[in-house]
Nanobody
């Protein structure tokens, strides 16, 4: 059974930084068993939106325009943990952050943020950025 546990959320002032983590169990990431690992965020009344994605190939990362150059996603395969380093945080970054896994697929530029492709989800961690 696949289990994803997010941590690292909190309250910060604008301009601050946070590092989120998503510890995975029950799933492995190899070149023969590839998965797309993605951070999404959601605010009340809005659809969950893709923030950043990575797979076993660290050169294959994708970011939404709103976070590019401020956020960095990474995978520590030895720890089976996905990280999201968030710098220069803005109030509009506030939301519940979820990690999702699209099993059996590399991340791709067209569909990495497509919700319907994701099978496994964590419970989320709240990020609040005050101005």
């Amino acid at each position: 059974q696949v289990r994803l546990v997010e941590a690292g959320g909190g309250s910060v002032q604008a301009g601050g930084s946070l590092r989120l983590s998503c510890a995975a169990a029950g799933i492995t990431h190899t070149r023969d068993s590839v998965n797309c690992l993605t951070w999404f965020r959601q605010t009340p009344g809005k659809e969950r939106e893709g923030v950043a994605a990575v797979d076993i190939d660290p050169s294959r990362t994708y970011y939404s325009n709103s976070v590019r150059d401020r956020f960095t996603i990474s995978l520590d395969n030895a720890k089976n943990t996905i990280y999201l380093r968030m710098n220069s945080l803005k109030p509009e970054d506030t939301g519940m952050y979820y990690c999702g896994v699209r099993p059996g697929s590399y991340c791709d530029s067209l569909f990495w943020h497509q919700l319907s492709f994701y099978k496994y989800w964590g419970q989320g961690t709240q990020v609040t950025v005050s101005s």
